[in-house]
């Protein structure tokens, strides 16, 4: 509907308000309210409502048309009784890794005590009132379920790939079972993921939240190294002080602030050593020191961005899956909520990051070829093909081809002038396959798993990697530390498949794809704190500088705050 001017709604006011609802209805004002405001105003390009941004007007305008405008936080008697416990619920989004005030809580606090107090029928200005209550509290509904569902950062906020799309999760459908059930607490109790990784996540932002709070979290003063039997009075007690706080040292036979680095004191260092990706020595050295001075406040926004991070998976990641993570430097697969194999991987360069997706291995390759990525020929391999091309090619064990699918056909390379192939040509026309075996770049094992990347899982001859502890090296690709385990584990097939089977195939040397029964989900995911198989929180660095840009946008409001009016809407 066009804008219209006052006496165009004032009209349309009064044929709602005259013939639309029900004679008798004690909530008639406010459904003609709320007819007139979604029908008129947001088609005029008004998104705010009490100075408030609504963020979900398309869902809103859908749920209330089909309840031709009756409310649903309000009854002949009033306010309902769910509406005040559901901003209380708003209120601790906080425990979530959420922002309360991305719902409407403080508007809400104010309308809400005075419309509590009031009956219906409602005269015009009461009706104003409740109907704006009505759309923030159901705009924070689906607001609030969709954050919890899919997350809040907008998909171009995101760092990487999103596992789970924006879909409609029938919230509009949810909202009145929950509101005629009784059941808006018990709602998103369910709604709410309660896999491991979120509640330790949550338990640890509670923790981190309530030490920052108390506000007595001072630096340990820089110095020399201490090792086992050496003492320190002035940095030592603060030390323990924090490791018994981060619950590395235990509280049991507490014996005191000791100014000295005991056994006990030691074991403790050493697991916040691992935790936090340091060198696990079991010395208060000076990375230590920098990590336990580290700001509360940046530790729980990073808890607060890697929950986010967590709702961009599935809610249910499967019975059986694989996950890598980035930033840890690790395979796990996963079953039946417990890990069955964990394993190094080596991850893509600062310039060729790994992204962040989701797919399913569907298949196993041994003895793979690799037909090497074009921009991998310009960037790493051109020189050398033109001043060396007979090296190249036979070093490498690597067949020129020439042509387009399906008319592909291997060339002998010494037939061309290499110093003078176009860099587009290579694009056009060339293409570059090395051939099974241990020189193989992808090693003898390949995980294929269909993405829109071209990033896999596979092998690799470069063993040594695996003994950094930071692992940063491919184009992107992740290389596996033990391939013949994964691919044993993700067969399972004991019949056909025996870890003896697997080996003599390989020894045969064809390339050879084995189907899986049934593909396995493949989730390749980037967190910087992570819950632990034995229950502790873990850090890991932040290679690719995600979290820094996360958090330079994580406080900014979801909409453009709506300007102040300075008359009411009628």
């Given at each position: 509907m066009r804008w219209m001017g006052r006496a165009g709604i004032c009209l349309v006011f009064g044929w709602l308000s005259g013939s639309a609802f029900a004679e008798g209805d004690p909530l008639q004002s406010v459904r003609a309210e709320m007819a007139l405001w979604l029908q008129t105003m947001p088609a005029a390009g008004m998104q705010c409502r009490e100075g408030e941004a609504l963020t979900s007007l398309p869902l809103l305008a859908k749920f209330y048309q089909t309840r031709r405008f009756a409310p649903v936080w309000f009854t002949p008697q009033g306010l309902a009784a769910q509406a005040e416990p559901f901003v209380q619920i708003l209120t601790q989004a906080v425990s979530e890794g959420l922002r309360p005030e991305d719902y409407h809580t403080e508007k809400l606090s104010d309308l809400l005590p005075a419309l509590r107090e009031s009956r219906p029928p409602y005269n015009q200005q009461a009706a104003v009132l409740a109907a704006s209550a009505?759309?923030?509290?159901?705009?924070?509904?689906?607001?609030?379920?969709?954050h919890l569902a899919v997350g809040r950062m907008s998909l171009e906020a995101r760092d990487g790939a999103f596992y789970d799309p924006r879909k409609a999760y029938h919230l509009n459908e949810h909202l009145a079972e929950a509101l005629d059930q009784d059941g808006v607490f018990r709602f998103f109790q369910a709604w709410n993921r309660q896999d491991t990784l979120t509640q330790g996540l949550k338990n640890a932002l509670r923790n981190y939240r309530a030490?920052?709070?108390?506000?007595?979290w001072i630096d340990i003063p820089e110095?020399?190294?201490?090792?086992?039997?050496?003492q320190d009075a002035l940095r030592l007690p603060e030390v323990r002080r924090k490791l018994r706080a981060l619950g590395d040292l235990s509280l049991a036979g507490e014996r005191g602030l000791e100014p000295w680095l005991d056994e006990e004191m030691q074991a403790a260092l050493k697991q916040y050593q691992r935790r936090n990706s340091l060198k696990t020595t079991g010395v208060l050295d000076s990375a230590t020191v920098a990590t336990l001075n580290r700001p509360l406040e940046n530790i729980v926004r990073q808890l607060e961005i890697n929950l986010e991070?967590?709702?961009?998976?599935?809610?249910?990641?499967?019975?059986?899956?694989?996950?890598?993570?980035?930033p840890d430097f690790l395979l796990r697969l996963r079953e039946d909520d417990r890990t069955t194999l964990r394993l190094r991987v080596v991850v893509g360069k600062q310039y060729r990051m790994t992204p962040v997706f989701a797919a399913e291995i569907s298949s196993v390759v041994l003895n793979p070829s690799w037909v090497i990525p074009t921009q991998?020929?310009?960037k790493e391999k051109l020189t050398?093909?033109?001043?060396?091309?007979?090296?190249?090619?036979?070093?490498?064990?690597?067949?020129?081809?020439?042509?387009?699918?399906?008319?592909?056909?291997?060339?002998?390379?010494?037939?061309?002038?290499?110093?003078?192939?176009?860099?587009?040509?290579?694009y056009e026309f060339y293409r570059f396959r090395q051939e099974?075996?241990?020189?193989?770049?992808?090693?003898?094992?390949?995980?294929?798993?269909?993405?829109?990347?071209?990033?896999?899982?596979?092998?690799?001859?470069?063993?040594?990697?695996?003994?950094?502890s930071v692992r940063d090296f491919s184009h992107g690709c992740i290389r596996v530390e033990k391939p013949l385990a994964l691919a044993e584990a993700l067969l399972a097939d004991p019949l056909r498949w025996t870890h003896e089977r697997l080996v003599q195939a390989l020894a045969k040397k064809p390339e050879q794809t084995i189907d899986l029964y049934t593909p396995v989900p493949v989730y390749i995911n980037y967190m910087t704190t992570f819950v632990g198989d034995d229950g502790l929180l873990y850090f890991f660095p932040d290679i690719y500088h995600r979290d820094q840009e996360l958090a330079s946008v994580w406080d900014r409001p979801l909409l453009n705050p709506c300007q102040p009016t300075a008359t009411p809407l009628l």
């Open positions: 009505e759309l923030l509290l159901s705009d924070a509904f689906f607001l609030y379920g969709t030490l920052n709070d108390r506000g007595d110095g020399p190294d201490i090792h086992l039997g050496e991070r967590r709702r961009w998976l599935p809610r249910d990641l499967g019975r059986r899956y694989v996950l890598v993570n980035i991998i020929i310009l050398e093909i033109r001043t060396n091309p007979d090296s190249f090619f036979s070093k490498n064990h690597i067949l020129a081809m020439k042509g387009r699918e399906p008319n592909i056909e291997i060339i002998d390379p010494a037939g061309v002038d290499w110093r003078h192939v176009k860099k587009s040509d290579y099974p075996g241990p020189w193989n770049a992808l090693g003898r094992i390949k995980f294929v798993s269909p993405n829109l990347y071209d990033v896999y899982l596979h092998d690799t001859p470069q063993r040594e990697l695996f003994n950094e």
